[in-house]
């Protein structure tokens, strides 16, 4: 199997990634390993902006061209479109691991001269690195990019298998429910982006992805409302487990996905910070609506205890045992930066939360308003760090632990 690390992904021509800066030199978020085999781990959270763009799809006036190789000087202009704004480079950043192979590294200077590394991972069309990007190619870069969308925002671990030989076929029993299939060709001026549903789309529904919320999804089920694949695609793999073509693309990438996280609304909890170790608190001097949360060494005192209850569309609720209120965001505010709190329980947006498995055990948590990840500010390590919104990238101050007492 082959080990992709983190993805996070949203499609279009912007994207918006999580977290509280971005690196000139390097990946943000550039933690990947692998090991060679047949399938394919990863991980989405694209929330599109604009999703696809109707005009020009991935065209030279975004200043990438499918004619030109993407290390060439017309294929991505440090002068003009994506290398010039942050969400731009973050979509370049996408378009490189889905492109290129692991191993492959695309560097790039922005308008100000400063250089941008951007790993290949999953090898859907390694000949762009240096030449023209053909049918195949941009079918299995459009294919890739789609599979990576959330609109909500939230970032979960995917299992993705596709005839494409650089991800190959193959299961996992970690990844026991098929979400869908993506297909298309995002390239050219009249962009198309399909998907089609697995068996299993409404099954460990994750907000921003098939069978949950999904406004503003930027592709359509050519077979119908909620229609299976089984409709349109051809069956492939050993135990066919995903498809070797849909509606006449070739080169189609399918999801499976994890089961969602299980809470017992009766037990207690502890939800504590990767980064510090320090566990979620609601300072006991604020004991009132608006009341701050912050970070502290874990003492076991009940304003550190938390109720995880699970609403509809599979959020969650997260409310403090020592106040009774719930995490919230502070007079619905959802800019980065803006403070989390806790507020007296209400069937508000403000209070609900996407929990997602991002690997070793740890989780995102996520706002259903904004999409933005629960956070540590300035990542400190200090009792008493104050608690946030902000992008999820993916850091240790965006991590959490969440452990039954």
Known sequence: MKIIGRLSASLGIMWALAGCSEMATADATSDDSQAEGAASTDENGLSAVNGLSSTNGLSSTNGLSSTNGLTSVNGLSSTNGLMTFFDGRVNVKYLAKCALPSGRTLNKQDQYGN?????????????WENGACDKNCQEGISACMMAHINTAGVHIPLWMVSPNTNVGWGTSGAYPNREGTYFGNIFPANPKAYYCNGPNFASSTVPGRLGAYQTNRPYTNPFGQDALCGSGCVKAGPANEGFSSCNGY??????WRQPAPAFDPNRDYKICSK???????????????????????????????WKITTLAESYFKICNKGNGRCLDLYLGGQDNGSR????????????????????????SIVAKLGAKSVDVASASTNNGGEVQQWYYYGNPNQQWSITAL
Do not use: E
């Not at 609601?282 to 970070?295: E, I, M, R, S, T």
């Not at 989390?340 to 989780?363: E, H, L, M, R």
């Open 275 to 305: 980064n510090s170790g320090k566990c979620l608190d609601a300072d006991l001097n604020q004991n009132y609506d608006g009341g701050h949360v912050v970070q502290w060494d874990f003492a076991g005192t009940n304003n550190q205890r």
């Open 115 to 127: 250089w941008y590394s951007y790993p290949g991972a999953l090898g859907m069309g390694p000949g």
């Open 340 to 363: 989390i709190c806790t507020w007296g329980q209400y069937n508000n947006d403000y209070q609900k939360w996407a929990i997602s498995p991002v690997g070793n055990g740890y989780f």
């Open 250 to 255: 070739s080169n189609p990438v399918t999801v």
